[in-house]
């Protein structure tokens, strides 16, 4: 389980995350919502340590990310697709990180296979497109068989058959056990792929719950984030 407590981050002046306290529960996809910059990625980077907390935790089983013993094979991340170098094959990548990660060959033909990447993974990846970018990045997370994915606007750049299919792997992810944590200011991308909501508005929690109970709040996952986060604005 994803556990955030009391979360919170300035950057100079700027009060980035004030008050984030969620949990994400395995078996379960959970979307972290918000609109733009409202601190979804702030949260993320604390998460995974990239980014430290003024106050707060943010624990993976009770452990921090950056005292895991193991953290490729525990949390698979996404935040940036950007990391392949232009010039490798999608395979000559996935090659090298599995090797640095000291994992066999057949474990990169099997996370090939687990995205559908397998008809670009002798491509360079300086011709890929978002959507390309993004399986492999989705693939590299995949390597140390993580439980836990978070991944950041992991839609971004996928035409409507790749959403399809990411909606189905990460429920499929989910069905075995696993935890996910995406963030989104895509709703409608969320309202067929989340168990469970984490609403943020200007740094702080402002709602948590399931799908069902959020979009008690108007008739669509739109009209209930315009809901809450107008109720928020008000207090
Ligand atoms: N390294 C940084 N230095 C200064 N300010 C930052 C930094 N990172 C984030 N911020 C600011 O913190 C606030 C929250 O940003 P963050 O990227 O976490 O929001 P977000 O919810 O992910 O937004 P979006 O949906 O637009 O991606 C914004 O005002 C942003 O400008």
Redesign the pocket.
């Known amino acids: 389980m994803i556990q955030a407590v009391g979360l919170a981050k300035r950057?100079?002046a700027?009060d980035?995350v004030t008050d984030v306290t969620f949990t994400a529960a395995p078996g379960r996809v959970t979307g972290l919502v918000?609109p733009?910059?409202?601190?979804?990625?702030?949260?993320l980077r604390m998460l995974l340590g990239l980014v430290r907390p003024d106050a707060g935790t943010a624990t993976f089983d009770g452990t921090p990310y950056r005292e895991l013993r193991s953290p490729a094979g525990t949390v698979g991340a996404v935040l940036d697709i950007a990391s392949a170098h232009p010039a490798a094959t999608a395979r000559g990548h996935l090659s090298t990180v599995a090797a640095l990660a000291g994992q066999s060959r057949s474990r990169v033909d099997e996370v090939i296979a687990a995205v559908a990447l397998e008809s670009f993974a002798g491509r360079r990846v300086k011709g890929f497109s978002t959507g390309m970018r993004q399986r492999l990045a989705l693939a590299t997370a995949l390597l140390g068989r993580p439980d836990v994915l978070v991944l950041d606007e992991p839609s971004n750049g996928l035409d409507p058959a790749g959403i399809v299919w990411l909606r189905t792997f990460l429920r499929d992810f989910a069905a075995d056990g696993g935890t996910v944590l995406i963030?989104s200011?895509v709703l409608t991308d969320l309202e067929h792929s989340v168990d469970d909501i984490v609403l943020?508005d200007r740094g702080r929690t402002a709602w948590t719950g399931t799908l069902t109970a959020f979009t008690a709040h108007g008739a669509t996952l739109e009209q209930a984030f315009l809901a809450l986060t107008t109720r928020e604005l008000i207090a």
Do not use: L, M
């Not at 733009?36 to 702030?42: D, L, M, Q, R, Y």
């Open positions: 950057f100079g700027v980035a918000g733009n910059g409202a601190g979804k990625s702030t949260t963030s200011h943020i």
